[in-house]
């Protein structure tokens, strides 16, 4: 099946400072990719929505300037958390779609700001 | 952002026993729906999909039930296994051009051996 990839797997900063998350179609183009976040024992929250070559889509109440999404290529969309504060602690898992079909997700990224 | 964010309820079953995990969903113009498991710090997992034409699919030891009526999904899992302690999500997409998934609130399952 389809390998997304999303790098680090675990990242601690110290607060104040940004943090780049990668996530990585290993195997197909994703012209979208997604990103959510997730609390502990929660669900996963759409964050925003990844378009190749165009900007961003985010949810309401996500902010754009916080949470910087570029996807560059037909393989690649990164997530920076600017600025980051210990709220902005979090589990961040992004998703790619293969075409008009299944979705695909990366393993997560374990952010802790300190 | 979109979500159920609840606190996850549990079931728990015993190792042979089948599963039952059920899910209420928000959109009744949503059209596919896919159940997810997940693993302690890990992304989701697909299991089984359905498409709002059908009303019931089967999978390997799952089966996934669709009720449009009352915007009811259902996953099944047969001769539950300790392998199969997760958290089951249910995530539904509507055909808009963004193809969106939603998740709704989860549930863990616990195998007892």
């Known amino acids: 099946g389809a390998v997304v990839s999303q790098h680090p797997s675990r990242v601690i900063c110290k607060s104040g400072t940004s943090v780049k998350i990668e996530c990585r179609s290993l195997?197909?183009?994703?012209?979208?990719m997604f990103w959510y976040r997730q609390f502990p024992k929660q669900s996963l929250m759409l964050m925003a929505t990844s378009n190749e070559g165009s900007k961003a889509t985010y949810e309401q109440g996500v902010e754009k300037d916080k949470f910087l999404i570029n996807h560059a290529s037909l393989t690649l969309s990164t997530l920076t958390v600017t600025s980051a504060h210990p709220e902005d602690s979090s589990f961040y898992i992004c998703?790619?779609?293969?075409?008009?079909?299944?979705?695909?997700f990366g393993q997560g990224t374990r952010l802790t700001v300190v | 952002g979109e979500s159920v964010g609840l606190h996850l309820p549990t079931l728990s079953v015993q190792e042979g026993d089948n599963s039952i995990i059920n899910c209420a969903y928000s959109n009744s113009a949503s059209d596919y729906f896919i159940w997810y498991k997940q693993e302690s710090g890990k992304g989701p997992q697909f299991i089984i999909d359905i498409r709002s034409n059908m009303d019931k699919r089967q999978g390997q030891r799952v089966t996934v039930l669709l009720n449009k009526t009352v915007k009811h999904l259902s996953l099944q899992i047969a001769a539950t296994q300790p392998g199969d302690s997760a958290v089951y999500f249910c995530a539904e997409m509507g055909m808009d051009s963004s193809y969106k998934l939603i998740f709704g609130s989860g549930t863990r399952l616990l195998v007892r051996p």
């Open positions: 195997d197909f183009q994703a012209t979208t």
């Open positions: 998703s790619a779609r293969r075409g008009g079909g299944e979705a695909f």
